[in-house]
């Protein structure tokens, strides 16, 4: 049966790519107040096309945007899945970068070009896919349950309530996400580590107006030279991050992991050159693998303060911000990091100016188990999907849920992922390769026969 | 004859500010490309005034914007008077802050507001209507060139070419310029010192687009962390600019100028109290009045780099960029220092990053002769205008057609300014009080007069 299923969605993929560029043309970006409406069109959008696969899907408000769950009919004694993604986007920024328009989604080079299709629309549809391909064939094999939220890329402020007050629908037994990266090229993987997250925005405020620098220049503090002062104490000179107890919890990488990854065929030249960068460079000590995958980092994210016009204006600031990051590694804690990073700045705060924070989000690192039975099966699918041994690796993005699925449901996450490392997530030009939406349909039909089998 | 210009100035005065606010109603943002027909119309308005009152004037084209030149019939043997002065203003961002529109100007509590009132716009015209009078009552009594021009907030760039081109019209025995500031409410001043300036823009390059801080935090250069060290270098813990080579020139204070300048009224924590800052800070080992007027310094005046949004996006800048300027003391050479500067930054920046410069002008500093006989009569000029003596102090800003006059003419300037410290020119709600208008106009008048009787 999963023979036919696969060989229809081979024969189906033209029209497959159709309905993804539908997906795609929908400018779902959540962090803008101003997408609220399209946001909530793209939900009832999800919910309908899954409707029409007779899945029971229903769009759930929330103080935020809306989740979709859907879900099959479920069969007494069957193995249930339960599959979360996202169907928000990054915001497009700069603009004037992208080569064609970041909703309307190009075919050129074997790829679909546009903001979400890798990060996660494009991974999302894939399951879709598989499941049009399923039910056409008489239905999926296995119980389904999916959770699809549109608040991903603001740091999901209303999924976990949502959870809780949901947990009797969304019991299962496994969790599966796609929104995560192979290895390279026609070297799928399974993601069994993941970063966690604490994302800051700092504010400085000095005189309560912005005041001409030849008049005052030398009198008064200068918020934007204080932001860089402080900004430039958060690492030594070895790249670690300077923030008193900020590597206290960190578990150290294994030998035999380190070897693992060693053994990956990787250009470290070749990445750099792809990135348009001379070096890569980062914390001593580490390979670059090491650093993406298992070492925390702080990185400044954005800055804003003074003049930004073209030409020059003499003008002291009266206020400078910056968004400011933290990836973290197993067993860091981000509400413990968060405090400790609030505590290092205020100290670092010169007299004459007040600083503030706002926190938009936090994330908890994690391990899943690589003997989980569940993790063996997801290798099989993806052997049948790519037809290739899945690579298993750790990756440097953060996915809050999985933390809040293992916390609430008590159940571990596959992720099977089927972006790649030059999708440009977050960027202008953001793509997707046609043969990981395709090899993506294929693995996805494939897991639920696989996961229907879990003892 | 001066007594009735004067008194006819006095019941002149609400027509003269009705005039005033004309003026100030054409937003002549001179750095702004979508006001460049705005800066050609306010330097028409300025050649209509000016030639209503029976001065030759004229709007000359340049490369950038124009430059207004006028001149009353001249009297052989008398004593000429070169006035220069500027029409165009700074931009008004950030506009959400003025309590009312920059361009609609208000009288409130004693003082007119909107952008440009004081910088330039409102001590210029104090020199219209002292030639109105003049003109009503038989003609200004020294000969005059008044030379108008409207990019001064951009380091006029093409002045000095023009100066050179009309030499021969310039052509004068003493320079003037009101567009310095009294050294408080009821304390006219005569500035016989400024600074200088060099203003450059950096410019960062990282990875050849955004990306993603998961996925590459920890393994890429960082832009915006790089600006912030590299900023953060620019200042020693003494507050003194980090720049091999940078005081190499500076001229020390001199105890009698110091003396001096302790004896004015000047409240520091008052200043503060203006400026909503718990302290003055700055180099170690000066006073406020000292640091403000006679000290170089190196200020950031605004940064771009990443997302500026709301709420959060987790991205590694592709760019960083600064602003950063510097207010220079005799007998510092603004392009040695900018030589300096820009070598300093290439020096201190890590491999992985691209770094380039803009220049946005240079300005020498200077000081100008106590003893000299126009400064003698420029102050009885104060005297008749305001009714008490002026301070002599020197000024943080930076005026560089002083320099050029200088250079190019050969003559010094008298800089007798009438606005106030607390005229927040530069900054949102840029006022001028009407009694410094009132007291300017009459100064000017008194100006001629005195100024005619030069030997």
Redo the contacts between chains.
Sequence with gaps: MLQKVLSQLDQDRDAAVARLQDFLRIPSVS???ENRTDVAQCAQFLADRLNELKFDARVHETAGHPVVVARNEHVPGRPTVLLYGHYDV??V??LE?WKTPPFEPTIRDGAIYARGAADDKGQVWAHVEAIRAWQQAGGVPANLVLLLEGEE???SPNLQKFMEEHRGDLAADIALISDT?QFARGLPAITYGL?G?V?EEIFLQ?????????????????P??I???I?????DDQGRVNIPGFYDDVVPLEDKEREMWRKLPFDEGE?ARE?????????AGYS?IE??WA???C???????????????????SK?S??V?M?LVPNQDPAKIRDAFERAIRERC???VKVEFKN??LAEPLVVPLDLQAMKLAAEAVKVGFGVEPTFMR????IPVVSQIKRMLGIDTLLVGFGL?DD??????EKFDLDAFYGGMRTAAALYARLAEMK
């Excluded at 900004?231 to 690492?235: D, E, G, K, M, R």
């Excluded at 990135?275 to 914390?283: D, I």
């Excluded at 990756?395 to 953060?398: F, I, N, Q, T």
């Design positions: 962090t803008k107040e990054q915001p920024e700069p970068l890329e603001i740091g990266n970063r997250l994302y000095g005189p309560d107006h912005d005041l001409h620098s030849g008049l005052f220049g030398g009198a008064v503090p200068n934007a030279n932001l860089c002062e900004l430039a104490t958060l690492h990445l990135l348009g960068l001379e070096a890569l460079v980062g914390e670059t650093r993406k070492r925390p980092t990185d400044v994210n954005g800055i804003t303060t003074g003049y930004q016009g073209e030409g020059a204006k003499t003008v002291i600031p400078a910056a968004k990051s990836r010169p007299a004459g938009f989000g990756e440097g993005g953060s490392p440009r997530v977050h960027s202008p030009n």
